[in-house]
Structures are given as C-alpha cells and as structure tokens.
C-alpha cells in the first residue's frame, strides 16, 4: 500500500491563498488611498465648477471621513456576524456606487451627500481587510503581514495627485471618481475568489444603545469643530453641538460600564499600549491629517500652481514615507516606542509649522524637500502609533480593538480638517483675504497653528513604558 503524500502540497496552498490576501486587502487600501489623494488635488477645480469658494470645500473631505467615522465601529461586529467575505465585498460594491454618485452630483450638496454614501463604504474596507488578516496569519506574522499590506497600498497616494491633476487639467473632476469603478469591479473579483467565506462567528447581540451614543458623539463633535470659525448663529450652535457631542460620550462610558454586551469593552482600556496608542493617534492626527489637503490648496489658490503641477508636487511626500518605511522597526527597536514617538511627534510639529514660512516663490528645490521631510517622519509616525496599539491585543479582543483603532484614525482626519478648515476661515477673515498675498497669509498662520497642535500628543506618548521595544524580525505597519 502507497504511503500517503506529505502535506507539502495543502501547506504551499495555504501559504498563496493568505498572499492573496494580502493583496486583496492591499487593493482595498489602495482604493482608499487613491480616492483620498485624487480628490485632494481637485478641490479647486470642484469649487470653481460647483460656484463655491475653494477655502470652503473642506466638507466635501470631512463628509466622507466622518461617514467612515460613524460605521467603523460596528465593522467588528458585522464582520463577526456575517463573515469579512460577505462584508467587504458589500463594502466594495457600496464605494463603488458611492463613488458614481459624486461623479454625477450637480451641487456642493448634493457632492457631500454622495461622499457620505462613499464612505460607508470605505468605512469597512481596511478594518475588515485587516481582520482578515489578523484571523488568517499567526500573531507573530501579522506586524510583517501588514507592512506587505501597506506597500501596495502606498501606490495610491504615489499617483493619486498627479492622476488627479492630469485628469482635472486635461479631462474633468468627475473622472476622478470615475477611475474607482474599474478597481472596484476588479477587487469584488479578487474577493469572491480570494476572500476568507468560512469565517462567521458566534452570533452575540449589537448594542444598538451604545452604538447610537457613539456615533451621535462623533458626528456632533466633528461638525462643532468644523463650525467653530463661524460668528452668531454658527457659533452658537456649534458650541451647542459640541457640549450634546461630548455629554453623548460621556452617557456612552456610563451606558458601556453596566451594559452586557457594550460595542467597546471597557477592560479594552485596561491594555495600557492601546489606550496611549488610541489618545496619541487622535491627537497627533489632527495636525498631520490636514496637510494632504492644505498643499494642493496653498499651491493652487495663492502660489499659481496648475491642478497637474501641484499634484506632481505631492510626490516628493509620498517617496519621503517609502524611503522612511524600511528604518522604521530598526529605530523603534533601538529606541523604544517611547522614546521614537516622542521625538518624531515633536519633529512632525515643527515641520507642519515650517510651512508657515512658505514664501510667495518658493525654490522647488527647498519645498520637494520639506514635503519629503514631512513624508518621511509622518509615516514613521504612523506606523510606530499603530503598532504600539494593537501589538498587546489578546485574540478575543483584536476584532474590537482594531475597529476601535480605525474609528480614531478617521474621526482625527475628519477633526483635523475640519480644524484646519476653520482656522483658514478665521483667519482668512483676519487678513481680510481678497488677493493671493492674503489669502497666503492666512495658509501661513493656519499651518503654524495645526503645528502646535500636533505637540500635544507628546504628553501622550510619554506615558509609555520607557523600554517597550518591537519584538525581533517584526515590522510596523502603516495601515
């Protein structure tokens, strides 16, 4: 009787279908990211086509972050109950549709409505794919599993701006949502072939109570933040939004300490790393989230520059996070997270306040390499913050854990935006901004300010154990 074949063959299958993955999760972050980077560069464009003015369009970045925002949170959740094939590739065919929506909207309105639908969609993709890739590799391959993850996914924000400028000076704005349409249809392929089915838990209940406290929170916060730059009624109700934002959070901490089955447990927050990790994410984001958007503008509306030419001149940012990627577990194995979080955070600051001394010509020379500079400890700074996050996580509470990771990075993109949005207002109004001498004034002001309020997350990061270090052959990832 033949012995029986060894298990070579199952295990070298198993071994391309968990690669597979990885790219099926690296192609949804790559939608992402390519969306992001695309409608950055175009916001004038839009502006001058939708009759609006191009320092107000900060909605139409704010709608879709905060749409991720608010349905992040359930992400875990839906994953577990009905499986992260089921759940991404409705995610996929929701982006997609959400993404036709905006190309065909006729108003700002209506842009914003269509952005919120985008959103929702986008709002599963990474943490769904994540999960799946957490449940697929063993814990000590997820950190290098999801560095893999990140490298395709940086192809985004790598063609993004000049795609977006090419596409706006040579085409319309509209196509740059219409380019997601064959990316999405090619990754609901992947997914069905590629995608996990066999990966639906236990059923356990929603808290539907605590999920609408939650979302409420965000929501009002967010768009007190946003509505903070204005005087009278604005004013008033944005100060008005942003007490019920925060009496909603606190009712949510209340309602999650007695509830059976809270969204988020709160023996979460007895994991030290992710409570540093989450406060510090929230904090340092809001400088460093903004300036995707502020560049394309400042370079546009007050230097000159054509949508292609400032989307080429995003470039020089994204090389400066490749180049910075491979040094990342090197340094934070020497330094500690502490330490390396620290110091970056306090590099991150000063070089998005540098900004503020941007001339009226600029040398090209000097400004690729501020935008590298910047490229490069921003993403150090990611990858470090997320790492130290999630890396203490127990298996039973990675799905909240990583949900809960996701929703703190959005909702600090969406704040920080709306933040710089609103100081740009403010001080747009300061200088009296009717020429592009003003209005460069105002980009200077606002660029210092999201500097110094980058600087508050080092209190943060000083709470880490001073020699918390990356374990051996890791890598930080910087989704």
Same mark, same amino acid.
């Given at each position: 009787? *033949? ?5 070579? *063959? @199952? ?30 560069? &175009? ?25 991720m925002a608010v ?76 560095? $893999? ?30 380019? /997601? ?9 992947? =997914? ?5 089915? !066999? ?17 409420? =929170?965000? &929501? ?6 946003? !509505? ?19 009496? @909603? ?12 089955? *809270? ?35 400042? $370079? ?35 330094? !500690? ?5 620290? =110091? ?5 600051? $000063? ?18 390499l501020q935008l ?5 400890? /921003? ?6 913050? /997320? ?6 996580? @127990?298996s039973q509470d ?13 909702? =600090? ?27 460069? /004034? ?38």
């Amino acid at each position: 009787m *033949p012995s029986p074949l060894p298990p070579v *063959p @199952s295990a070298t299958a198993a071994h391309a279908s968990r690669q597979a993955l990885l790219w099926l999760v690296a192609l949804g972050f790559f939608m992402q990211t390519l969306d992001a980077t695309i409608v950055n560069t &175009a916001l004038p464009a839009m502006a001058n086509d939708l009759g609006e003015s191009p320092l107000q369009m900060h909605s139409v970045i704010v709608a879709y972050s905060l749409a991720m925002a608010v349905l992040i949170p359930a992400s875990g959740w839906l994953a577990d109950r009905f499986g992260t094939r089921r759940v991404f590739m409705s995610a996929i065919a929701l982006f997609v549709a959400g993404s036709v929506l905006c190309a065909l909207a006729p108003t700002l309105a209506l842009l914003v409505a269509a952005r919120v639908v985008q959103g929702l969609g986008g709002a599963l993709l990474l943490p769904v794919g994540r999960l799946a890739v957490l449940r697929a590799f063993p814990r000590e391959e997820f950190i290098h599993a999801m560095s $893999l993850v990140a490298i395709p996914g940086l192809v985004g924000p790598l063609i993004g701006p000049t795609l977006g400028g090419w596409l706006v000076e040579f085409a319309s704005w509209h196509w740059i949502f219409w380019v /997601n349409v064959p990316v999405g249809v090619l990754g609901l392929a992947a =997914a069905r072939r590629f995608m996990p089915r !066999g990966d639906v838990l236990a059923r356990r209940g929603f808290d539907g109570i605590g999920y609408a406290l939650l979302a409420f =929170a965000m &929501a009002a916060v967010s768009l007190a933040v946003e !509505g903070m730059a204005g005087s009278g009624a604005r004013g008033a109700v944005a100060l008005v939004l942003l007490v019920f934002g925060l009496a @909603s959070l606190a009712a949510y901490w209340l309602h999650a300490l007695r509830s059976p089955n *809270p969204l988020f447990v709160p023996g979460l927050f007895d994991v030290r790393s992710l409570r540093v990790g989450l406060l510090g994410n929230l904090f340092s984001r809001l400088g460093s989230s903004c300036m995707p958007f502020m560049i394309p503008l400042v $370079l546009q509306v007050s230097l000159g520059y054509t949508p292609m030419q400032a989307g080429m001149m995003m470039l020089p940012t994204v090389l400066g996070s490749m180049a910075a990627k491979p040094l990342v577990t090197r340094i934070v194995r020497h330094w !500690g997270y502490r330490r390396v979080l620290v =110091a970056n955070t306090c590099a991150l600051a $000063l070089l998005i306040a540098s900004f503020g001394l941007l001339p009226a010509q600029p040398s090209f020379a000097l400004l690729a390499l501020q935008l590298a500079l910047f490229g490069g400890v /921003n993403s150090m700074q990611f990858s470090a913050m /997320n790492t130290v996050t999630l890396k203490d996580l @127990s298996s039973q509470d990675a799905s909240s854990g990583n949900s809960l990771l996701s929703m703190v990075q959005m909702l =600090a993109l969406g704040m920080g935006v709306a933040a710089a949005g609103a100081v740009l207002a403010s001080f747009e109004a300061f200088f009296n901004a009717a020429n592009a001498l003003h209005t460069l /004034n105002a980009f200077r002001a606002t660029f210092a300010c999201m500097g110094l309020l980058t600087l508050a997350a080092t209190a943060l990061f000083l709470q880490l154990p001073e020699y918390d270090q990356v374990r051996s052959g890791s890598s930080a990832p910087d989704v």
